[in-house]
């Protein structure tokens, strides 16, 4: 374990998020307090005033280091920055590791220069900033500023102050993956509620169509779960739900997740292509079966070249497949291996994902279990997907970061010319509102730059059906409180 004291709580996420970026799978307490525990092995001590920030550790009782700086600007935001800076600074020392993202710690470090960009700044000149302000390296900061280029283009054009998202929640599974914390539920469980929470999902779609009727829909993204867990006619009656109660004329995507191999059928892809559906993602996230195996995806390699060749066959020229890198037991070969395999089969987008191990995953809590076998995740690894992508014609686009990331690094989105997922853009941006309808859906209302308010549905699938009308109701009445929309 690692105690920190500080003598402002007000920091105490900024400084917990960092330390645990040093120190993964440790257990990191950051309180305000007058005294240390006695026993705890490495000891940290934070404290900010007008003047000045200092950092102090000791392990095993020891005195190790002590850092202070001062204070240039008492602007909160860049007494924050010092006081991360200070930090690293030290634990860089102490350690002997750096971080490629530097003292960066949230979600969406391309909201940076994205933000530099629209001031008008230079590429050199963001660069710099990230460099000197968060000592992010040469190679991620030219990362986030590419993308942040590129995603400027792609939503060129979109109208942020009229337009709109919507995301449609499918909760459901055909079976639970040991990395998995999202509010899904394994479908044989569920197979006799389905359709009564289709039909408190239309109730809420029916709703949401009325309220931002005379608005422009330009994304919709059904994800979950995995969608296509729902039969061809339930897929159908879902999509003819969505047409009848929005208006598609400004619609530029239509995204559905087929992200399950073993959930994807000729009739299922009927009905999506049916519906205009542009894009689906058919997700193998390793082509190791062995590693398929121990995370509880019930599927094989087959089945996803299968799955993916049978899209391709019913006209879908837009498919995505994700991947996972940082698995337990896969080391840069694996990856290689699997980069292969995709490469064989040319999807459109390739989005790379970090393992990141939360709360609820059920392979957090048998860390222990799985640890001899390793989280491996490094620059190199990720250099090579880089180069596979590349090397295919699909480019960086878009990029995340997740807490307790293997390696501390990052999800990154390549797609192919024309091919990028508008939507993942949005939801990462915060440019534009994005309904949710669906057990666990969090709406996103963007009323202008960071003045972002949710609203969220329960994440429990009986609770939601249960209580669908006080779902429906909590947005009837955000919406009528910020002026978004009145009974008519």
């Not at 459901?172 to 039909?199: G, Q, T």
């Not at 337990?328 to 191990?357: C, K, N, Q, Y």
């Not at 994005?434 to 666990?440: E, F, H, N, Q």
């Not at 972002?452 to 409180?481: C, H, L, P, W």
């Amino acid at each position: 374990m690692i105690e920190v004291k500080i003598n402002d709580e007000s920091f105490a996420y900024d400084i917990h998020s960092l330390i645990q970026a040093f120190y993964p799978g440790v257990e990191v307490q950051v309180r305000q307090k007058d005294t240390f525990t006695e026993d705890t092995p490495l000891k940290m001590e934070a404290s900010v005033d007008d003047k000045e920030i200092s950092f102090s550790l000791w392990e095993d009782g020891a005195f190790q280091r002590k850092g202070h700086i001062y204070v240039q600007d008492a602007d909160r935001k860049a007494v924050k920055n010092q006081l991360k800076k200070l930090l690293y600074r030290e634990l860089c020392a102490f350690t002997g590791k750096t971080l490629p993202w530097g003292t960066l710690t949230g979600i969406r470090p391309v909201k940076i220069p994205m933000a530099m960009l629209e001031e008008g700044k230079s590429n050199l000149e963001i660069a710099r900033y990230m460099w000197e302000t968060y000592d992010c390296s040469k190679e991620k900061a030219a990362l986030a500023i590419s993308i942040a280029n590129q995603e400027r283009e792609v939503l060129k054009g979109l109208d942020y102050e009229n337009g709109y998202s919507l995301y449609v929640g499918i909760p459901f599974c055909p079976s639970i993956c040991l990395y998995c914390s999202f509010s899904s539920s394994p479908i044989k469980l569920w197979e006799k509620r389905i359709e009564d929470y289709l039909e408190a999902l239309f109730l809420e779609l029916a709703f949401l169509g009325r309220a931002y009727a005379g608005r422009k829909l330009n994304t919709v993204y059904v994800g979950g779960g995995t969608p296509t867990t729902l039969n061809a006619s339930q897929l159908d009656r879902l999509l003819s739900c969505i047409e009848e109660n929005f208006d598609l004329r400004y619609l530029r995507e239509l995204t559905v997740e087929a992200g399950r191999p073993d959930s994807v059928t000729p009739e299922k892809l009927r009905a999506l292509k049916a519906h205009r559906v542009t894009r689906i993602s058919v997700n193998p996230q390793t082509m190791n079966q062995k590693t398929l195996d121990l995370i509880g995806r019930k599927h094989t390699t087959e089945q996803t070249k299968e799955a993916f060749h049978m899209a391709r066959e019913e006209g879908f020229d837009n498919i995505n497949m994700d991947l996972i890198v940082g698995l337990p037991g896969e080391g840069i070969e694996d990856v290689r291996h699997t980069m292969e395999e995709l490469r064989l089969l040319d999807p459109d987008s390739i989005t790379v994902h970090s393992l990141a191990v939360k709360r609820a995953a059920r392979l957090k809590l048998f860390r222990d279990t799985y640890e001899e076998m390793g989280f491996q995740n490094s620059q190199e690894i990720m250099d090579l997907t880089y180069r596979y992508c590349v090397e295919q014609g699909a480019y960086p686009y878009y990029l995340y970061r997740q807490k307790n990331m293997a390696g501390n690094f990052e999800n990154v989105g390549y797609a192919k010319v024309d091919k990028a997922g508008i939507y993942n853009i949005l939801i990462m941006e915060e440019k534009q509102t994005i309904l949710a309808a669906g057990a666990g859906g969090s709406s996103k209302f963007v009323f202008a730059a960071d003045h972002i308010e949710r609203v969220e549905n329960v994440k429990d699938v009986t609770q939601y059906i249960g209580r669908i009308d006080e779902m429906i109701g909590r947005k009837r009445s955000f919406m009528e409180a910020h002026g978004l929309w009145k009974e008519s």
